[in-house]
């Protein structure tokens, strides 16, 4: 069935350094690709997408990168900062809006001061 | 525009209560979506509505769960009996019509605590 995996569970590290997450999904149909952040206590929060078209997307200090033939895509945060700290999840879906997302188990980010 | 609004925020009960959730998506969204987030994990869609009809309640527990989108537009979900394992966040999120690629919003969640 549909899975997306996502590693590590946890990551610690030091601010201003970079983060890195990683999933990988199973449903080749799957061409959109959210990332969500939640805080303790609150809802996800879509901070960055890609659609299956393109091969990277950049959002200030936050990119992700599509390897569609590996299926496997990869969230990038530079320059951490203690309020990047928080839950994110990767997600797969084979829309944006009209159908289902698949999540990953999501990463937990300690961002150190 | 307004977020996706859930009530309540907190619903604690004993096992084999019963228990209802309300979600009010963004005015003119098509598409309304549970998901149940259980401790440490991603949300799992539990069902899909288009409009007022379901298009995906294959992961919901049909035994126990029922929802429902009556005119299309405000959604409930139900459990009975609940079951301790049901512990979870349950949260909703609502999305333009097809052809729009917004993707979609989740509302604040509604944390049941089944004991």
């Known amino acids: 069935g549909e899975n997306v995996e996502q590693h590590p569970s946890t990551l610690s590290v030091q601010e201003g350094d970079s983060a890195v997450i990683k999933c990988t999904y199973s449903d080749s149909a799957s061409n959109y690709f959210p990332w969500y952040k939640q805080e303790l206590g609150k809802r996800p929060q879509l901070i960055i997408d890609i659609r299956s078209n393109v091969g990277e997307k950049k959002d200030q200090r936050i990119a992700v990168t599509l390897n569609k033939t590996a299926k496997h895509f990869s969230l990038h945060i530079t320059e951490t900062q203690p309020e990047d700290s928080a839950v994110y999840f990767c997600?797969?879906?084979?829309?944006?809006?009209?159908?289902?997302?698949?999540f990953g188990t999501g990463t937990r980010l300690k961002v150190l001061a | 525009e307004a977020g996706v609004a859930q009530s309540p925020r907190y619903k604690i009960i004993e096992k084999r209560q019963s228990v209802a959730f309300w979600c009010n998506p963004i005015s003119g969204h098509a598409t309304l979506y549970w998901y149940q987030q259980i401790l440490g994990q991603g949300p799992k869609l539990l069902i899909q509505?288009?409009?007022?009809?379901?298009?995906?309640d294959s992961q919901l527990p049909k035994d126990r769960f029922s929802a429902e989108r009556l005119k299309g537009v405000d959604s409930t979900l139900k459990i009975q009996p609940a079951k301790l394992e049901d512990s979870a966040v349950y949260l909703c999120?609502?999305?333009?019509?097809?052809?729009?690629?917004?993707?979609?919003?989740f509302g604040s969640g509604t944390r049941l605590t089944v004991v």
């Open positions: 999120a609502s999305s333009p019509s097809i052809g729009q690629d917004d993707g979609y919003t």
């Open positions: 997600a797969a879906s084979r829309s944006s809006g009209t159908y289902k997302y698949i």
């Open positions: 509505f288009q409009n007022n009809g379901v298009v995906d």
